[in-house]
């Protein structure tokens, strides 16, 4: 359980660190080139580890045309999104943005599943998210020092992968299939499609900025994305979903400390977007596990009472 545990810091680190290495990368490449070298770098891990394991078969291609779906909503789309608002924010405030993603999640949940009914503790948390959200983007200032068109990126890449979960629950849970699976189709079918969608010109320059190219490669591929998902996966074994979920909440303070020790500005607004958000989170798993713990009690028979005894004549 120990590792277990040490595998969520882990995997919060790992995470946490993407923005500062998307921001080094940007530097050098295109968000499109940046996405196709992450994906393929992340893709060959996870080939070798659902190879070694068993976890992808030929039997799983009936399946095609969900992982064909997960592949844009969960990789090509919410990588080019956090991709192309990263190069134009700081790392941490972008990180602060990514923080939103259980929030988001949430929302979407609750449109498309309409599997639970939001309390009080959920309301409030959505709000706090919310206004959180709104600090770090600041749109009163116009984009005068945060760049509007940033946040939309960033936001489009978290509703992104916020739906992902949804139709993954929606029509791939049912299926049975190991996650690994899962992960390896969709990075694997996304790195075909980006290979077709990229243009790939210029893009050996990388090998000229050794700094960026291991930012790029070792830290947004291997670490950040193939290593990052055998991680994920090994905590929901030994801690459940509920237990893991706990990684959501390292990555944006990571963020933000990276962002400081770089010489980004960390303000009283951004510490204030932390805690709200990360309040935010907290409030609505919190609603969720009360609900589902009310949905367990009503659902548990009652105890019969003992058969009264005949009274002794």
């Known amino acids: 359980m120990t590792r277990a545990y040490l595998a969520l810091v882990l995997v919060g680190l790992v995470w946490g660190s993407n923005y500062i290495f998307i921001k080094i990368a940007s530097g050098v490449l295109p968000p499109m080139q940046i996405v196709l070298l992450r994906v393929a770098a992340g893709f060959l891990p996870l080939l070798l580890a659902a190879w070694a394991t068993g976890a992808i078969s030929h039997t799983q291609l009936r399946h095609l045309p969900h992982f064909a779906v997960m592949s844009v909503l969960a990789t090509s789309f919410y990588y080019y999104g956090f991709v192309a608002g990263t190069a134009l924010l ?181 510490i204030a977007a932390l805690v709200l958000i990360l309040g935010g989170v907290a409030l609505i798993q919190l609603g969720s596990r009360h609900q589902l713990l009310a949905r367990t009690v009503a659902a548990t028979p009652a105890w019969p009472e003992p058969a009264q005894a005949n009274p002794v004549r």
């Open 90 to 270: 700081p790392s941490s405030v972008a990180g602060l943005l990514g923080g939103a993603i259980p929030i988001v999640t949430f929302l979407t949940s609750l449109l498309f599943l309409r599997s639970e009914r939001p309390n009080r503790l959920m309301g409030a948390g959505v709000a706090l998210g919310f206004v959180g959200i709104l600090l770090t983007a600041r749109p009163w200032e116009n984009g005068a020092t945060i760049s509007t068109t940033g946040v939309l990126w960033v936001l489009a890449g978290v509703a992104s992968v916020g739906v992902s979960f949804v139709y993954a629950r929606r029509f791939l849970a049912p299926l049975g299939l190991k996650p690994l699976a899962l992960a390896t189709w969709q990075t694997g079918l996304a790195l075909l499609t980006l290979a077709t969608l990229t243009d790939t010109t210029g893009m050996s320059v990388i090998l000229d900025q050794p700094r960026a190219l291991a930012a790029l490669v070792l830290g947004l591929g291997v670490l950040g994305t193939g290593l990052a998902y055998l991680i994920y996966y090994y905590m929901v074994q030994q801690l459940g979903a509920v237990g893991a979920s706990g990684a959501t909440y390292l990555p944006a303070v990571v963020a933000l400390l990276i962002g400081a020790s770089v010489g980004e500005r960390i303000t009283p607004l951004e």
